[in-house]
């Protein structure tokens, strides 16, 4: 019996060891049990305020400084609500980053996103994130959203500053910032009027993400443009195919060195898919080129324009016997 017990009772002390123990590693594991430790060293946000001046500053201007709304920052873990614990970075007088994030260039988009996430995952506007192209491409929330930089927002068109803090500055610039190209576009001779400040990027592309082509608000190019031109929309007694298809067979939506946002000059635009029209759509025959005797009127100031004048399609009345007369050729 005696025997017995000796056997027994280290084992039992043994098992209770390793109870306690896993008890332990298990408060410190994270609810989704990924085996990743919770550090739960937070410092509160009095301290990191004591050193950090000017991030204080700007995180009064902040909704996500409002202590009034109950899932904010402040109402939670403050300043390490983004940043993480601060506790050893504290201990170090700021002397290490520890375990802090710090949102900085070289931290990977994926380890910054998750914090954004934990409180804005719910919101419609970030529904397609997963899947948009600037999750994809390892953009980061804080590429575009400049939480300290915030100013308050403001709404509308006319607005160089949507939505909290943007990096300051109008919208443009930050998008700009990567989209060099389309940078280049808006300056030219036609463009849609997003440096003026009377349309934004975002009054078109969802920059979160999409169901639509290249993140457009919309299904499909057409619908998107009808919302702000929705006369074009129709419907014409008589209909030019390819406006009713798509407004970017014709048009760029950014900006064209060609006048109202046409992706080819008149008459070249045309041309494109009108070779063999019964009066020649070619305006380089030697009776009407230019130079000779007789401008052709096919060239002259608004080129096929000058009679084809309702070129995304026409309610007019047709009598293909009158010239010059005629809905469907969009004279009129
Ligand atoms: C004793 C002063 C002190 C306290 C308290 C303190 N910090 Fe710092 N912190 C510093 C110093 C010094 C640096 C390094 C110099 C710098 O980049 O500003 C730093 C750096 C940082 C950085 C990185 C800056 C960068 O450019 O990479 C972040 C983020 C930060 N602290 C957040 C916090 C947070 C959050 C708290 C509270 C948990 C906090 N700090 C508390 C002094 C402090
Ligand atoms: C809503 C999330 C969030 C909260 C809350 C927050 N920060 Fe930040 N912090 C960021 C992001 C994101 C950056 C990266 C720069 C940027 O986007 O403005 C940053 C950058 C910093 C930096 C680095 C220097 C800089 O400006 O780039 C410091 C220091 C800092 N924060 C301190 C603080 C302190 C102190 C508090 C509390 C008063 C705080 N932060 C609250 C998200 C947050
Ligand atoms: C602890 C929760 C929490 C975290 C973490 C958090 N936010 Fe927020 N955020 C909020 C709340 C709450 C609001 C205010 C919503 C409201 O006004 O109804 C807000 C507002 C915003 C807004 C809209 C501002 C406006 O006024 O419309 C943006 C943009 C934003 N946050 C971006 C971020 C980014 C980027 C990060 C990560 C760096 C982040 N948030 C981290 C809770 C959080
Ligand atoms: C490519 C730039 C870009 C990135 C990346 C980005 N945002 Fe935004 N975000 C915007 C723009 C632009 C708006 C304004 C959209 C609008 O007005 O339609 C916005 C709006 C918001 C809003 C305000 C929504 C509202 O209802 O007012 C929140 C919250 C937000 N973003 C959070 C995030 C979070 C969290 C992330 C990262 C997971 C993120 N954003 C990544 C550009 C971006
Ligand atoms: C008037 C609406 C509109 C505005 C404003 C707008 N876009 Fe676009 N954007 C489009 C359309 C339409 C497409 C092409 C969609 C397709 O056919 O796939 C597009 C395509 C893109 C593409 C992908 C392919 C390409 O053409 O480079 C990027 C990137 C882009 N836009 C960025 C921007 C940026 C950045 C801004 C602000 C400076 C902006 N857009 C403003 C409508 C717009
Ligand atoms: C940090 C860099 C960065 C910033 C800032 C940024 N983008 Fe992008 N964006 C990218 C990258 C990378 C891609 C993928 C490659 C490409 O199409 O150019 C992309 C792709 C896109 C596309 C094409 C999507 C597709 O399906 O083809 C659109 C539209 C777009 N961005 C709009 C915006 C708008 C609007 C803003 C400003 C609110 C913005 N981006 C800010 C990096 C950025
Ligand atoms: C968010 C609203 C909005 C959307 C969406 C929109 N536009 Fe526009 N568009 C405007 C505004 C505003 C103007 C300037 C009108 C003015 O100056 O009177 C404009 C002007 C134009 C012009 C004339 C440009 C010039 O040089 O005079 C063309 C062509 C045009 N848009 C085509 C399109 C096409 C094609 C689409 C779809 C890809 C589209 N728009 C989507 C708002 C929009
Ligand atoms: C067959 C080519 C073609 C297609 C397709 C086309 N457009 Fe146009 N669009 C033009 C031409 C050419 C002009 C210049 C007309 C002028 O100067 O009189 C123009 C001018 C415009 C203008 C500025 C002048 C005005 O009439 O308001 C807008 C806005 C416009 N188009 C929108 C659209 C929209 C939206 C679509 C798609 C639903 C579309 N266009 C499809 C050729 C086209
Ligand atoms: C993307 C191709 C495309 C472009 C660009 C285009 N068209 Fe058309 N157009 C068509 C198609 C397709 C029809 C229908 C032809 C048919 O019914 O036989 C048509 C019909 C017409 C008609 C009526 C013809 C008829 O027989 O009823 C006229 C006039 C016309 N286009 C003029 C123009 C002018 C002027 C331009 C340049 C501003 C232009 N088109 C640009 C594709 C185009
Ligand atoms: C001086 C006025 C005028 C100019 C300029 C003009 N057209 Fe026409 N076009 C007409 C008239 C009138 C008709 C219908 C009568 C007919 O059957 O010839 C017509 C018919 C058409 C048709 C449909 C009939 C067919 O031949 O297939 C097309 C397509 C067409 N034009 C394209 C163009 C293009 C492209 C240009 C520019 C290179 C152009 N037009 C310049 C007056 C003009």
Redesign the pocket.
Known sequence: MKRVWMVFLPALFLAFLCWSSALEAAEKTGAGGKGEKINDD????E??????DE?TKSMGRNSHWKKAIKESPISNK???S??????E??R????T?GS?????KSEPAQKKAPICLSCHENSSQLALWDSGVHKKQDVACSDCHSVHGAVRPQTGYGTTRVGLGYTPGPEYQTCGKCHLDVKAQINRRSHHPIIEGRITCSNCHQPHGSMGPSQIKAASVNQLCYKCHAEKRGPYMFEHPPVEENCAACHTAHGSVHAKLTVEKVPNLCQGCHDGTRHPATRYSRETLLTGAVPSNKSYNRSCLNCHANIHGSNAPSNPGSLGNSGSYFLR
Do not use: D, K, N, R
Request: aromatic residues 6%.
């Open positions: 937070y410092a509160g946000s301290v990191c305020m004591g050193c950090h991030q403050g300043c390490e983004c940043h993480g614990p601060g506790g970075h504290v170090q007088g700021g002397g980053i802090l994030i710090t949102f900085s």
